[in-house]
């Protein structure tokens, strides 16, 4: 079965040199410029963090006392604790 969804044109304004890298992107993934549009904006849409997620994000960005490691062996002892 094949949905098929309702489309609207619609006419925007690009500055000139994203209007070219976005067209060079729809040649290399063989897609039209109207396509690789639409799933570049779906994909920034989708991919936006929960509520949980977003307040983790801020937890760490605003930590005083960081922890850092030296080495990837450093942090699983540590994580290993």
């Not at 094949?2 to 489309?7: D, I, L, Y």
């Not at 060079?24 to 904006?41: D, G, K, P, Q, Y």
């Not at 760490?60 to 990837?72: L, N, Q």
Request: aromatic letters at 4%; charged letters at 35%.
């Amino acid at each position: 079965m094949n949905a098929v969804t309702e489309r609207k044109q619609t006419a925007f304004r690009l500055d000139s040199s994203l209007l070219e890298r976005l067209k060079a992107e729809a040649r290399r993934e063989h897609r039209s410029l109207n396509n690789i549009v639409e799933v570049l904006l779906y994909e920034a849409l989708e991919n936006r963090p929960n509520p949980e997620t977003m307040e983790a994000i801020e937890e760490a960005r605003s930590a005083k006392d960081k922890e850092t490691f030296d080495s990837v062996e450093s942090l699983m002892n540590e994580l290993m604790k």
